[in-house]
């Protein structure tokens, strides 16, 4: 086999005849150089010029021990070792090669090298550009993981956002001081699961946080509810009086929710106390030294309160130190999703079934205005999960008004189902109606002509406030 070949190779080959050995050389891409025994440059390929850039006419007949002391081939001349896909670097030519060389023997004569390599230049750049963009990288992680971190209280806070980040950065650092701290956003933005989290890492958190929602306590109450009350202080008082709110509160922390819809009066009341840190129980005299700190939440507008003469200026600087302004969920769509999926785990564990969004679902949630925020989310996936049987919460699982027509008239027929569209309907108007009167809920309760009770079990039905929030 191996004679045929041969016979082959050597009938294609005429002897002797260097030409079409050279066109062989000439058309390989790689450079190709010989030297012969005393390292003269005896052959050198076009590739030669064309990837070193040096004519082949400068080079023949020159030493290579003198223009590349160094050279791999030079070497190989030496030690009549072959080397194979070496990587080295040329100094009279400054760049970075790749190749093999190996010695050419006459019988058992060695006469000379032959090299065959390749410039790897751009290569060794690209590698370096990568080297450094990794370092680079390693250098901008490092400097993030040595970002504060967020205190493992602040898990429970749910959201990736950068704007919410940003905040919840803030809540972090200020949680530590005994500031107070005034958190705004709109209904159902999770005010009140910050302030706890404020508070759980806040050095009293081995006290408790006391809420106080000062929307919900009817006006004659409110005092006796924040402050106490002596024994006798008015007909109906418990014997021994009662403990107010604030003293409830010493050495840990006080929630006034809702804070936009105080009274005038109490709002008077409420400065003196963050003040001078003292007061009274209602039918008492003697001032009450409290350690208390403050943290308070409205989804009103209170500067707009200010222009109207609805609430006091002075109140509002001693509350707004450090405020927590909470974006709505309409502006951090990329949480809906991280937050559906606790939501869900959580109802999955109470229901005993797992349960994941049709990827329909999730394009309707991210699409969705959420006008009540991360409590309307909770409220529909809690209402999905319970009337979906199986495994994939589907849009016939949604509530009517948070699917877009255009997919409504594709799925299952549902506008016909009249309490569903006297539901919809009425959470509109409950909700403009709100909007109208700066989300202040007795002008609302009024222009909508129901009494206060309806008015709030409807804001509960329709996931406006929590149960904690009804009178
Ligand atoms: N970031 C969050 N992570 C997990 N759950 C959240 C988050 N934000 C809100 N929630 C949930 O959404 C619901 C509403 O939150 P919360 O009561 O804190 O809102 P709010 O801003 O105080 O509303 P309102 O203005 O009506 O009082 C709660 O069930 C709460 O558990
Ligand atoms: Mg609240």
Not at 128 to 155: C, H, I, M, N, W
Not at 210 to 216: D, E, G, H, L, M
Not at 225 to 240: I, N, P, Q, S
Not at 390 to 415: F, G, N
């Amino acid at each position: 086999m191996i004679s045929n070949v041969h016979a082959v190779t050597t009938s294609f080959f005429p002897r002797w005849d260097p030409e079409v050995l050279f066109k062989i050389l000439n058309n390989i891409h790689d450079v190709v150089i010989v030297i012969d025994l005393d390292t003269t440059i005896v052959f050198a390929n076009k590739a030669y010029a064309k990837i070193l850039g040096v004519p082949i006419a400068k080079v023949i007949g020159r030493r290579l021990d003198i223009i590349e002391p160094n050279a791999k081939t030079i070497e190989v001349l030496r030690t009549s070792e072959s080397s194979y896909c070496r990587r080295s670097y040329l100094n009279s030519l400054r760049i970075n090669v790749v190749g093999s060389t190996f010695p050419l023997y006459n019988g058992k004569n060695i006469i000379g090298c032959v090299s065959i390599f390749k410039n790897i230049n751009d290569v060794v750049e690209l590698n370096r550009e990568l080297d450094q963009t990794k370092g680079v990288a390693d250098y901008l992680k490092e400097q993030l993981e040595q970002e504060e971190q967020l205190p493992s209280s602040f898990e429970e806070y749910i959201g990736q956002n950068s704007r919410l980040k940003k905040i919840l950065k803030l809540a972090a650092k200020v949680a530590k001081t005994d500031s107070t701290v005034l958190i705004l956003g709109e209904s159902g933005v999770g005010k009140e699961v910050l302030a706890r989290v404020v508070h759980n890492s806040s050095s009293r958190n081995k006290r408790p946080m006391i809420k106080v929602n000062c929307a919900a306590i009817p006006e004659d109450l409110i005092e006796s509810e924040l402050f106490g009350y002596e024994d006798g202080a008015f007909t109906g008082a418990k014997k021994g009086g009662k403990l107010g709110k604030f003293e409830l509160a010493h050495k840990g922390t006080i929630f006034l929710d809702e804070i936009g819809d105080m009274s005038l009066t109490m709002q008077a009341k409420l400065l003196r106390i963050l003040q001078e840190k003292e007061f009274e129980r209602v039918g008492g005299t003697r001032p009450i030294k409290v350690d208390i700190r403050v943290i308070a939440a409205t989804n009103r507008n209170l500067e707009k309160m200010i222009e109207q003469g609805t609430f006091r200026s002075d109140l509002y600087y001693r509350l707004n130190i450090v405020p927590l302004l909470l974006t709505p969920l309409r502006e951090r769509k990329d949480d809906i999703l991280e937050l559906a999926k606790v939501f869900l785990k959580q109802f999955a564990g109470e229901l005993g079934h797992e349960m994941t969004l049709s990827p329909q679902v999730e394009k309707i949630l991210q699409s969705y205005e959420w006008p009540g925020n991360i409590r309307e989310l909770k409220n529909i996936l809690e209402h999905a999960s319970i009337v979906c049987s199986d495994e994939v919460i589907t849009s016939d699982h949604l509530p009517a008004h948070i699917i877009p027509k255009k997919i409504r008239s594709s799925v299952k027929e549902k506008s016909f189902d009249i309490k569903e569209i006297v539901a919809s309907v009425e959470k509109d108007v409950i909700l403009s109606a709100l909007n109208a009167c700066n989300n202040n809920r007795t002008d609302a309760l009024k222009a909508l002509g129901i009494s206060r009770k309806s008015f709030y079990n409807k804001l509960h039905q329709y996931g406006i406030i929590d149960h904690s929030s009804l009178p």
